[in-house]
C-alpha cells in the first residue's frame, strides 16, 4: 500500500499533477463503471488475481511458521 505523504511536504507542481492523475484516474472509473461489459471483464481479472495472491499468501504464511533450524557448535 502507498504510504500517505503530507500535501505540505510535496511542491506546487507535484500538487497538481498529482491532482491531474487523480481527475484522470477517477474519469475513467467513471467509463470502467458505466460500461457493464468492461466492468465484469475487470471484476473477473480482479477476482483471479486475488485468489492468485491468496494463494501467495498462504504460502508465506507457511514460511514462516516454519523453524530455522538450530545452529550447531
Not at 507542481?13 to 498529482?18: S, Y
Not at 457493464?36 to 495472491?53: D, F, M
Amino acid at each position: 500500500m502507498v504510504s500517505k505523504i503530507k500535501s505540505t511536504s510535496i511542491s506546487r507542481d507535484e500538487q497538481r499533477w498529482q491532482a491531474e492523475s487523480d481527475a484522470d484516474t477517477m474519469a475513467r472509473y467513471q467509463e470502467i463503471m458505466n460500461d457493464s461489459a468492461r466492468r465484469n471483464r475487470a471484476i473477473k481479472v480482479a477476482k483471479t488475481k486475488a485468489a492468485e495472491l491468496s494463494k501467495r499468501a498462504s504460502a508465506m504464511q507457511n514460511v514462516a511458521k516454519v523453524k530455522s533450524p538450530s545452529k550447531r557448535k
